[in-house]
């Protein structure tokens, strides 16, 4: 999917992306552990696996089934993970910073796998917008504090989204998006809930009001399926250098949804920082030839 339709469906699923930011505090604020969160927007997902795999032909070899596992692990199960165990011990600053790490690592990545092009607009761009992000999440206040222990948990998460892109876009090239995100999914699910059970209290589901369900089958069906599902048609004909640095723009979206559903306030500040992030995704976002290429 290219163009402008490609335009569309990427933009889509950044601004469902960040939504479910602020949906998720929500739930958070309701006592929701956050795997527990994690968890259940997948369970949610898995019921609909048979009617989608009944519509394709599902005849895969030992190195398919391989790429399957590995999304579950290094999209779903290593991030979610190391992140929420990393919280405990660093800051969020810290945070923040690392996570914004990962499409510079996704570029590193995508340029020795993918062989896709490098670019200096790229590299710049990607700098650029993360400088900005940086600033932006963190409130302007950098504290470079944080235990190594709880650092380099937030740091194996941020990289797993960035071996989970290559794994994706090396997949596309052979699974049916639909039958990609559902079997990640599944996967996903499947290693998640023995770590939900062990870490989280997971009996507390019996306790959710209406509400609280609502919001995980929100965030299941849009943030989780649509979402994702849309990501992956753009990603099948777009570089993942290029589609990973226009992510920074989710939490540009985020904070503004926050202020919207949070009332949480935007200082200038926070402007400044997102102008300079949109600056630097758009510097990576030229085509090629406006950029030079390096060896």
Known sequence: MKGFFGAVAVLTSIIIWALSYPLVKILLNEGI???????????????????????????????????????????VFLPNVTQNIGMIYT?????????????????ILAFIFLGEEKSLNKVIGAIIAMIGIVFLVSGGRVELTGTTFGNVLILISSISYAVSGVIIKKGLEEINPLH??????????????????LMEDIRMIFYFNLFDWFLILILA?????????????????????RLSIITYLIPVFAVIFS??????????????????????????????????VLK
């Open 33 to 75: 552990p956050p795997l527990t969160i994690a968890l259940l927007r997948h369970l949610v997902f898995i019921p609909l696996l048979p009617i989608t795999l009944a519509r394709g032909k599902i005849n895969y070899s030992r190195k398919t089934w391989l790429i399957l596992i590995s999304l579950g692990i290094f999209t």
């Open 91 to 107: 800051t969020a600053s810290m945070t923040s910073i690392i996570q914004s790490s990962s499409p510079i690592f996704t570029l």
């Open 180 to 197: 990609l995100l559902c079997f990640e999914i599944t996967f996903g699910f499947l290693f998640l809930l023995p770590a939900t059970l």
């Open 221 to 241: 069906i849009f943030a989780t399926a649509i979402a994702g599902l849309l990501y992956y048609l753009v990603l099948m004909d777009v570089e993942l250098s």
């Open 259 to 292: 202020h919207l559903l949070l009332k949480e306030t935007i200082s200038q500040s926070a402007i400044i920082f997102t102008l300079i992030a949109i600056a630097g995704i758009a510097m990576a976002s030229f085509p090629a030839k406006q950029g030079k």
